[in-house]
């Protein structure tokens, strides 16, 4: 069993910042693309920023230069650091895994149970 565990949401000014991070536990062999994804009321979940094992990125062209993910391979932890934080950010913040659970295993997608950011004056 894999947990996905999110956490650094809360309440911030328009302008401010946020780090939120996700550890992930469990029988695991190795993790591949790490991810955020987010949800803001009555539209479809979408991509943030995702890297993959080997350290590439990619994110939405709404945060590009704004936002930066990374990860520790040895705490199974991605972070997403969120820096001039608009209104729209507002959204439920969800992470997201490329799991294996042994060495030729398939890979599995999991998912933390998301998180809100609040971006408000």
């Known amino acids: 069993q894999v947990q996905l565990v999110e956490s650094g949401g809360g309440l911030v000014q328009p302008g401010g910042s946020l780090r939120l991070s996700c550890l992930a536990s469990?029988?695991?062999?190795?993790?591949?693309?790490m991810g955020w994804y987010r949800q803001a009321p009555g539209k479809q979940r979408e991509l943030v920023a995702a890297?993959?094992?080997?350290?590439?990125?990619n994110y939405a062209d709404s945060v590009k230069g704004r936002f930066t993910v990374s990860r520790d391979n040895a705490k199974n932890t991605v972070y997403l650091q969120m820096n001039s934080l608009k209104p729209e950010d507002t959204a439920v913040y969800y992470c997201?895994?490329?799991?294996?659970?042994?060495?030729?295993?398939?890979?599995?997608?999991?998912w933390g149970q998301g998180i809100q950011v609040t971006v408000s004056s």
């Open positions: 997201n895994a490329g799991v294996q659970l042994r060495r030729w295993s398939n890979e599995y997608a999991y």
């Open positions: 469990g029988n695991i062999f190795r993790i591949n693309t």
């Open positions: 890297i993959s094992g080997g350290g590439s990125t």
